[in-house]
């Protein structure tokens, strides 16, 4: 055997083991991507349903959000109403109520001095007022201005 018999046998068996470690790094490969393929599909089987259910919860919170706003603008609207019938009714009862007020002191006043009471011993003793409050009440004449 000569040397370049001894290189030939030499490249023969590299080349052979080169290919099998290729055909090895394939056969790897295939698998690999057979594992690959295999998660995809059991992930695509997963995530379709799930996504339609994600569909179905996103229309379902939109027809809430919907339903939301229209009970908002309703109470918006009920606030309103209510808000002008107040004061609606504030003004319509504000002056007879004023008057009504009025009158009942007036009369009150009235009957006081009917009675012979005087109003400045009431005031002093029912309201806490101080002794020149009531004395200024008691110079009164009779038309109820200072006299």
């Not at 290729?22 to 349903?49: D, G, H, I, K, Y």
């Not at 339903?67 to 309703?74: A, P």
């Not at 009235?110 to 007022?129: I, K, P, Q, Y």
């Amino acid at each position: 055997m000569s040397a370049g018999d001894l290189a030939a046998v030499v490249v023969s068996v590299v080349m052979v083991l080169a290919i099998v470690m290729l055909a090895l790094l394939v056969q790897s490969m295939l698998r690999a991507l057979r594992e690959a393929r295999a998660a995809l599909a059991e992930l695509r089987a997963e995530a379709v349903p799930l996504l339609g259910e994600l569909h179905h919860t996103v229309v379902r919170a939109g027809a809430e959000v919907d339903r939301v706003d229209d009970l908002l603008d309703t109470a918006e609207a009920i606030s309103a109403t209510v808000d002008s019938a107040s004061r609606l009714g504030y003004l319509a009862f504000r002056a007879p109520v004023i008057r009504a007020v009025a009158f009942g002191r007036g009369v009150g006043r009235g009957a006081r001095r009917l009675t012979g009471r005087s109003g400045a011993a009431e005031l002093t003793a029912g309201s806490g007022r101080s002794g020149s409050s009531a004395r200024g009440l008691s110079r009164r004449s009779s038309s109820g201005r200072a006299a």
